[in-house]
């Protein structure tokens, strides 16, 4: 098994040790879909592949 893998696990073991002993599967679900929204979106800013605020507004006609 790589490091890649057993990273993978180790942050999964830890997820699930951190829910509530009345989870469920959905709860698990939901979980595993916000760590894996934050670490997108932790690369993509560490990779510089963001869109400021302004840009944004300008884009969808909102104002500030």
């Known amino acids: 098994m790589n490091a890649s893998a057993r990273?993978?696990?180790?942050?999964?073991?830890?997820?699930?040790?951190?829910?509530?002993d009345a989870a469920d599967w959905k709860d698990l679900a939901e979980e595993a879909l916000v760590r894996q929204d934050i670490e997108e979106a932790l690369r993509d800013s560490d990779e510089n592949n963001?869109?400021?605020n302004d840009e944004v507004r300008?884009?969808?006609?909102?104002?500030?």
């Open 7 to 20: 990273n993978f696990k180790q942050k999964a073991h830890e997820l699930i040790d951190q829910l509530p």
């Open 50 to 52: 963001v869109i400021d």
């Open 58 to 64: 300008r884009r969808f006609g909102l104002k500030e």
